[in-house]
């Protein structure tokens, strides 16, 4: 396994239903953040944790829901999600940049959800 | 409106020869610059970086060349291997900010 652990690998979905994704990272990093790859679309960034708190959102709609629990795990809590909503949810993780020089990241292999 | 952009979707290259993999950027505010590479069913990994007091940086095979005043990079894979297929990612960063990534090049290097 790579130092960012995603599960599941897989997941298909009601859009009724209530299922959550997880991060985990072993890489003494100290911010997480989700992004959602859709096909044909530029990586899109969701949610950005660092020093476990939340300090960006850009605007993702309610029915996802993150939580960080320690600088180590990040979920994502989905609910009433749309078909739309299918994709590939990555998960990274980097050290937060010191003196204006950025790291880097270093991502899981993701979850493919599927909504029907 | 797309700040980072790759025009090519896709790149076909003879194994052996040179690959150029091309990105554009908008922002003039963008000072920092990687390249990722994806495989099928894995999250993308780091390849290699630029800064923008650079305007070449080179590590084995790879080398990114960068353009500031044509706000172009590239991404030059010398000579290019099978096992170099895959997609790979332009992204673009106002140190101490969030990246943008662009959509994305396939690459085959044919046997």
């Known amino acids: 396994e790579t130092g960012v652990t995603q599960t599941p690998r897989h997941l298909v979905m009601g859009m009724t239903n209530k299922k959550s994704l997880k991060c985990e990272q072993h890489l003494g990093h100290n911010a997480m953040y989700w992004y959602k790859q859709s096909a044909k679309k530029p990586l899109e960034l969701m949610f950005v944790?660092?020093?476990?708190?939340?300090?960006e959102n850009n605007s993702v709609p309610s029915r996802f829901s993150p939580e960080c629990p320690n600088s180590s795990h990040l979920f994502l809590h989905l609910h009433t999600l749309q078909p739309e909503d299918s994709a590939l949810y990555l998960c990274?993780?980097?050290?937060?940049?010191?003196?204006?020089?950025?790291?880097?990241?270093?991502f899981g292999s993701g979850t493919r959800l599927t909504v029907v | 409106d797309q700040q980072v952009k790759q025009n090519s979707p896709s790149l076909s290259v003879q194994e052996g020869r040179i690959s150029i993999l091309n990105c554009d950027y908008t922002n003039s505010m963008f000072d920092y610059f990687l390249w990722y590479k994806k495989y099928p069913a894995e999250g993308p990994t780091f390849l290699i970086s630029i800064s923008s007091i650079k305007d070449k940086n080179e590590d084995g095979r790879f080398t990114v060349f960068l353009n500031k005043s044509a706000k172009h990079l590239s991404l030059h894979i010398v000579p290019s291997q099978p096992g170099d297929s895959a997609v790979y990612f332009c992204?673009?960063?106002?140190?101490?900010?969030?990246?943008?990534f662009g959509p994305g090049t396939r690459l085959s290097v044919l046997p």
């Open positions: 944790y660092s020093l476990e708190e939340r300090v």
């Open positions: 992204a673009a960063s106002d140190y101490g900010q969030n990246f943008v």
């Open positions: 990274a993780s980097s050290q937060e940049p010191r003196d204006r020089v950025p790291y880097g990241y270093t």
